[in-house]
């Protein structure tokens, strides 16, 4: 039975966010957790903290054996953005767009192999 997690308005861009994710998918929750944790960008804490959160959900919600999840999908989606202008030369102006990210982590539990 899956369990998943979402973390919405992360003010990150997804493409940001998609070279972090893209390291931790289809790997255990332990060794996810720990590559996130070496990993030397703002939104592997995020992520880790979204994969934590998953993990917990998987606790109290199933009777699950923590040491057999891994992460079954992981996909980051857009969330708009905040448009801001930034003065430039000879009174023009130019469109800074500060991009948001939803982040879903999907884990599941490993089928018993006999």
Known sequence: METRATTKYIPVSPQKVRLVVDQIRGKGVEEALNILKFIPKRSAGIVAKTVRTAVANAE????????RLFVKQAKVDGAGMAKRFMPRAQGRA????????????VIDETEERS
């Open 60 to 67: 109290n919600t199933q009777s699950v054996d923590v040491d």
């Open 94 to 105: 130019t469109s800074i767009r500060k991009r948001l990210s939803h982040v879903t982590i």
